[in-house]
């Protein structure tokens, strides 16, 4: 069965660092998510992406923040200068109809 | 935006018993409301959902409610299995647009 694939798994960066985060989603699917969790916490929207171009942001999803699909294939989670509490696990997802989100298995993000 | 709210926050039960979680969300104009499953150190992996326009979906020992009147949905487990522990997290949206989770039941079956 297709899956989501993430790299890294795991991230560690010192605050400050740039960190890129992968994912490719499954090949036919049109939209893409990120989403985090904080340890024990809920899932929480970042940002959705369809047609190349965001088509939904949270209220987390700030400046420091961006996406991209480089190629046919990647979608990229940018946090340009991390803070502490962007230690999370950050999950991309992908869809093909805008419902049933299959997630990637995370990159746990470590900001020391 | 849309804030669902779910509870309990956890629930214990006997093998063999069911399980109930319920969840209310505010927007009258969400329309798609997925249940997850995430395991310990897992993905999130949908195992039912449910469109506004139908009452109830089964899957069998899986099923969901919505009362669009209410502006509320459950997720029951029936014949509950150890394998069943886990957290579960429902969720509602417009098509996915800016999809707001519940802050999750965890689900422990004790066999």
């Known amino acids: 069965e297709p899956e989501v694939t993430q790299t890294p798994s795991h991230q560690v960066t010192q605050m400050g660092q740039e960190v890129i985060l992968r994912c490719v989603p499954i090949s036919n699917h049109l939209y893409f998510y990120w989403y985090r969790q ?24 700030d400046d420091q923040f961006s996406v991209e699909r480089p190629d046919g294939s990647n979608f990229t989670l940018k946090i340009r200068s ?14 093909e109809q805008k419902e049933k989100l299959f997630f990637g298995s995370g990159t746990q993000l470590s900001v020391l | 935006g849309e804030n669902v709210e779910q509870h309990p926050s956890t629930l214990s039960v006997q093998e063999g018993d069911s399980a109930v ?11 798609y409301f997925p249940w997850y499953k ?20 089964k899957d069998q020992r899986i099923a969901v409610t919505l009362n669009k009147t209410a502006k509320h949905f459950s997720l029951h487990i029936t014949e509950t299995q150890p394998e ?12 996915n647009n800016d999809m707001r989770f519940g802050a999750g039941t965890r689900l422990t079956v004790k066999p």
């Open chain 2, 84 to 95: 069943d522990s886990a957290v579960y997290f429902c969720a509602a949206s417009i098509y």
């Open chain 1, 38 to 61: 904080i340890l024990g916490q809920k899932v929480e929207f970042l940002v959705s992406f369809y047609n190349n171009e965001i088509s939904e942001k949270s209220e987390i999803f």
């Open chain 2, 38 to 57: 995430q395991e310990l150190g897992k993905r999130p992996q949908l195992i039912i959902d449910i469109r506004s326009n139908v009452g109830e979906k």
């Open chain 1, 82 to 95: 991390t803070k502490l509490e962007d230690s999370a696990m950050y999950f991309c997802a992908s869809s």
């Open chain 2, 21 to 31: 979680i319920k969840c209310t969300y505010s927007d009258s104009a969400s329309n």
